[in-house]
């Protein structure tokens, strides 16, 4: 089983600054990780998939990045819709696994 | 427009059994695999079963040691999740999920249902 590490456990930004959480896989090489918003009493969100490939009306100020085993999402200017709980996923081998989650909260 | 919704959670004992259900709507249903996720109050989504389009494949986390059992009624379009000899630690918001077609991704998700096994 992958064991996805996602640092830092709590990002504090201020609105329209840049945001980057890490996710680091403990085994690799793979492109195969998601990312996931999600919004107190909301389910998850998926936001990107294949490290990079947004789904269809997530801004453009999601950027996901990486492979092997380190992968990063930045949100290049903070809105006040983007605080919230931000999940990793990896489907490079089965058993598919998330990460703990960075909370971004207003600084 | 493409909807899960699930029902069936509640409070129950421990040892006790619940099913819970899931409806779909608004996509070609037979097409996709069909997940239970669940999530632990504060903690990350953990998969907990799945299975195929056409119902004879099924497949589930370690953690339910046979005591659960997921399966699909494709003319209803609904996924079912029978659990029996819950745990405390079964406690959790679960969620019908859809996976994507093209990644193992979870595209479309329901709302949530929540079980809590207390005694």
């Known amino acids: 089983e992958i064991v996805l590490t996602q640092s830092p456990a709590t990002l504090s930004v201020s609105p329209g600054e840049r945001a980057t959480l890490s996710c680091r896989a403990s085994?690799?090489?793979?492109?195969?990780v998601a990312w996931y918003q999600q919004k107190p009493g909301q389910s998850p969100r998926l936001l990107i998939f294949?490290?990079?490939t947004r789904v269809t009306d997530v801004p453009a100020r999601f950027i996901g990045n990486g492979s092997g085993t380190e992968f990063t999402l930045t949100i290049t200017s903070l809105q006040s819709d983007d605080f919230a709980v931000y999940y990793c996923q990896q489907y490079y081998t089965w058993l598919w696994t998330f990460g703990q989650g960075t909370r971004v909260e207003v600084k | 427009e493409v909807q899960l919704v699930e029902s069936g959670g509640g409070l129950v004992q421990p040892g006790k059994s619940l099913t819970l259900s899931c409806a779909a709507s608004g996509f070609p249903f037979t097409r996709h695999w069909m997940h239970w996720v669940r999530q632990a109050p504060g903690k990350e989504p953990v998969w907990v079963a799945r299975?195929?389009?056409?119902?004879?494949?099924?497949e589930y986390a370690d953690f339910v040691e046979g005591r659960f059992t997921i399966s699909r009624d494709n003319a209803k379009h609904t996924v079912s999740l029978r659990m029996h000899s819950l745990r405390v630690e079964d406690t959790a918001l679960y969620y019908c999920?859809?996976?994507?077609?093209?990644?193992?991704?979870?595209?479309?998700w329901g709302q949530g249902t929540m079980v809590t096994v207390s005694p």
């Open positions: 999920v859809r996976r994507l077609l093209e990644a193992g991704v979870y595209d479309v």
């Open positions: 085994q690799g090489p793979t492109f195969k």
């Open positions: 299975v195929n389009g056409y119902g004879d494949t099924t």
């Open positions: 294949d490290s990079s």
